[in-house]
């Protein structure tokens, strides 16, 4: 299927207004789209360059614009690139002259990357009828970088438009910020998620209910989890976590019955983990969260798969308990994003995760 506003999932705003500017022939100079890693901000950037130079049957008389007809989607089918024609193909396939794409290289965009870019702008587009420029992950530019493009957006270049894309608008300049027209996207929902993950990605429903409750509202990250052993890392951390029916010492405890050193171990492995830490502690919330909600509302539980291993669970630890040890995982995700020592965040978590269980008791609804 080829790229068009339509297979955007759940950005009917930032469509909207994208699809408003086309079909009122007044494109602003710059474009910030704001939102988290994932949700079509790259794509929705693609699809209005096409849009904006689309030879289609449609696009080519001017005067049909504005189509009255009814779209599936209520887009005029003019506003939509046909994705079929010379320029849809190219720009969808990051072969246009026309269409610059500018991403980090290494941590941060750099002034280089900007000023090749102005000297681009400063000559006549080779073939578009409206050159854009896209700068993804604009808060990775440099001060100097910055600068640049402020002087770029202070002097706009004729029939050029300049779309940046950022997580939020504080990770930018304000003076960058007020000079484009901001559009906001928000995280995808869970439902529609869950549908592309066993549509495209042909996931087992089962999984693609886990993983789409786990991704944060991200298509790519859900995508990643997909592709990645995600599912077998959840297992045997939950596991680990426990309390497991089969453990042979008689003990149903495995995390809160360990002591201080195999704690400090598995702080340890986290630690070394650290490409899947994140994860590792969103999955281990997932899960006591899951053993809270399951005498609550147990539809609403994330590990759908474990049910069975939730029931058992949730009988054996006190839910003031499973808050404390929630608690501490929060606090240990606000201590890393600050940047502190990692081995000692970690160790500090462990020591309260493993802090007494309280004493299993039967719940009341
Ligand atoms: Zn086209």
């Not at 941060?108 to 102005?118: A, E, L, S, T, V």
């Not at 702008?121 to 910055?146: F, Q, T, W």
């Not at 960058?176 to 066993?198: A, G, M």
Request: aromatic residues 6%.
């Amino acid at each position: 299927m080829c790229l068009t506003f339509d297979s955007i999932t759940d950005q009917k705003r930032p469509v909207r207004i994208l699809a408003a500017f086309l079909q009122k022939r007044h494109l602003p100079h710059a474009l910030l789209f704001t939102g988290i890693e994932g949700v079509g901000k790259n794509d929705a950037a693609l699809a209005f360059a096409m849009a904006c130079n689309c030879m289609g049957e449609k696009h080519r008389r001017s005067d049909q614009l504005i189509d009255n007809s009814s779209s599936k989607k209520d887009l005029p089918a003019a506003v939509n690139p046909c994705g079929y024609c010379r320029s849809c193909r190219k720009i969808e396939s990051d072969n246009h002259p026309d269409i610059i794409r500018i991403k980090p290289s290494g941590a941060f965009i750099k002034i280089d990357q900007i000023r090749g870019c102005c000297d681009t702008l400063a000559m006549k587009p080779y073939e578009a009828r409206v050159r854009v420029v896209i700068i993804s992950d604009a808060h990775a530019m440099n001060p100097s970088a910055g600068n640049a493009l402020l002087k770029m957006l202070e002097e706009p270049p004729d029939s050029s438009i300049l779309i940046l894309t950022a997580c939020q608008t504080s990770d930018l300049l304000p003076t960058i910020v007020s000079r484009c027209q901001h559009i906001r996207f928000n995280p995808v929902s869970v439902k529609s998620i869950e549908t592309l993950l066993i549509e495209n990605q042909g996931l087992a429903p089962d999984k693609a209910s886990i993983i789409a409750a786990m991704a944060n509202g991200s298509i790519s990250r859900a995508f990643a989890m997909s592709s990645s052993n995600w599912i077998n890392r959840r297992n045997w951390l939950i596991n680990a976590v426990g309390p497991n029916q089969s453990d042979q010492s008689g003990q149903p405890w495995a995390l809160f019955s360990m002591s201080s050193g195999m704690l400090m171990a598995f702080a340890e492995m986290l630690k070394k983990n650290k490409d899947f830490l994140f994860d590792s502690l969103e999955i281990m919330k997932s899960w006591l969260r899951d053993l809270i909600i399951y005498n609550f509302h147990t539809e609403k539980i994330i590990n759908k798969d474990l049910i069975e291993k939730i029931q058992y669970a949730s009988q054996k630890i006190n839910i003031k308990a499973l808050l404390l040890k929630i608690d501490a995982i929060q606090a240990a995700q606000k201590d890393i994003q600050s940047n502190a020592n990692l081995r000692l965040t970690l160790e500090t978590m462990m020591m309260r995760i493993g802090k007494g269980s309280g004493k299993p008791k039967p719940l009341t609804k």
